[in-house]
């Protein structure tokens, strides 16, 4: 089966600026998948180009096995596009805005109507459908906007950073959401910069930074093959860990306990179990920690996420 | 669908066109403002000598200026509301986008040149049933009146044009060309003056003529198709900046 998105090797500068360098990625239909970066990694760049909005300099980017430079018009019918910035005509109100947009995608009359009940009811907005957008919080028009973007029922829905700015109540709205839409089948392309969303949401991620993707898969083959694999102790009277033999690294602080990453961690665990029986210290906890996107981004590129 | 979708388009721009000026309340205070001082002034003053109906007519040197606006607001509103990123991303070609939103310029231009013929027009007539202006005035109000709107009307093709590629050079790599779009703007905006003071020197006194052109001038059958050319021009040069040169 054609993935739902296929970018082979596309390249696009700003103004000598290289954007993207060269970036792959392949998206299965039916799937969500997590674009997860720092700002400037190439995310929405990526995004513009599937859109339409921008062009590759080079490479071939295809939407449902669709060139996105010869089908643009054809593509954009099957993609809801839900960009970074609020993308609402302010004075209007939610329900004008939705008639607006159901009728540029051809949605019109009774279905129309019909159509805007429905998604407003999913982004949970249904009895503020009269109010002019500018009276709305950051998340409410970022719901009435992901409202907009669902009105002809696309295919492929692709979010850019949906979740920035906005509060929880919103974002928890969004997760629905994206959940609802998995079932019926739409394929979900969804960019953050926060981890815990991807590992939420996603089933495939890509990780890009500097305009490459540096690591891309299921969730937990990335975690598997780049994740640090780490030791987790916690004993019961607090105070320093038993030391363990040389090789396994220096234990660090995390929580109540302390934490040491090692590519043996099923050695290490054993290890420190001796350890701490020898020294008759208590053990409350101890247990080798499931690798986290954070330890796969700093493994990959040697600097947090968050620092980004 | 496709013939529909661009009514949609159409209407789309038109609406949001609309609500700007619906929403402006204070110009319209203005116009009011403005159309009982007239009404005042020709009350006063129209039946005296040297006072010419012709003088209604000057408030049309300012519209080229307001069809480049018309355009221009069309395109720049989307940079601005950040709206680009749908209104870019819709299902049609953006000459298909940009076509529309020329089309809306273009009935707004339509209505305000009907709207405001139509003021001028029942100036004069009131005018006449106050002090009793002769058939001859009249005609000859009329005839410069057709003139003032004939060539406004021939010019706002071009001026719509103009104002839809400054809009998008704004947010254009080529960005550098916008100092000469904006001198074009000034310079062929004022083109009633132009024609003006090709006829008329001095200030307007009793020797003023306020006609522009005869309408059998040839300025007409040989003008307008230059015009309607480089209008098209430029129409094209602002699709083509839309789909290449773009900054976004």
Sequence with gaps: ?308 | MEHGTFAALFRHEFHMDFRRWRNLKWAWIYVAALLVLALAALTLWGGQKGFRLEFLLFATYAFPYLVFGFSYRSVKREWTGSTFGWWLTLPYSRARLLLAKYAASLGQTGIALAAYFGAVTLLALYNAAVHGASGSELRQFAEVAVQYLLIVAFISPFMLSLGLLTGILVRSHWKALLPLTWVAFGVLGNVLNWLNLARNSGPAGDDYDPTLFPLESPVYWLGVPAILALASLLLAGAVKVCNKYLAL
């Design chain 1, 1 to 308: 089966m054609n993935p739902a998105i296929a970018m082979d090797r596309v390249v696009k500068s700003y103004e000598g600026k290289p954007a993207l360098k060269g970036i792959s990625l392949a998206v299965r239909e039916g799937g969500c998948f997590g674009l997860l970066g720092p700002n400037g990694a190439g995310k929405s760049t990526s995004m513009k180009i599937l859109t339409g909005l921008l062009e590759p300099d080079r490479g071939a980017a295809r939407v449902f096995g669709r060139d996105v430079r010869r089908d643009g018009a054809e593509i954009r019918r099957q993609i809801g596009y839900v960009p970074q910035a609020i993308t609402l005509y302010e004075k209007l109100s939610a329900y004008d805005n939705l008639v607006f947009f159901g009728e540029m995608y051809g949605v019109r009359g009774g279905q129309l109507k019909k159509r805007i009940g429905e998604v407003l009811a999913q982004v949970g907005l249904a009895d503020r459908a009269k109010d002019a957008v500018e009276k709305f919080s950051g998340g409410m028009k970022r719901r009435v906007n992901i409202a907009a973007a669902l009105l002809h029922r696309p295919r492929l829905i692709i979010m850019d950073e949906p979740t920035v700015g906005i509060d929880p109540q919103s974002r928890n709205h969004i997760f629905e959401m994206i959940r609802s839409l998995r079932r019926e089948g739409a394929t979900v392309l969804y960019s953050t910069h926060y981890m815990e969303e991807v590992e939420a949401l996603c089933d495939e991620l890509a990780i890009v930074d500097r305009g490459e993707v540096i690591a891309q898969g299921e969730l937990g083959d990335v975690l598997d093959r780049y994740g640090a694999r780490a030791v987790y102790l916690e004993l019961q009277e607090g105070g320093t860990p038993p030391p363990l033999p040389a090789g396994f690294g220096k234990p660090v602080p995390k929580e109540r306990g302390w934490l040491i990453e090692t590519p043996r961690p099923l050695e290490a665990l054993t290890a420190w179990a001796a350890a701490c029986e020898a020294g008759s210290a208590g053990v409350k906890r101890l247990e080798i920690v499931r690798p986290s996107l954070e330890s796969v981004f700093l493994s990959l590129t040697g600097t947090s996420l968050r620092d980004n």
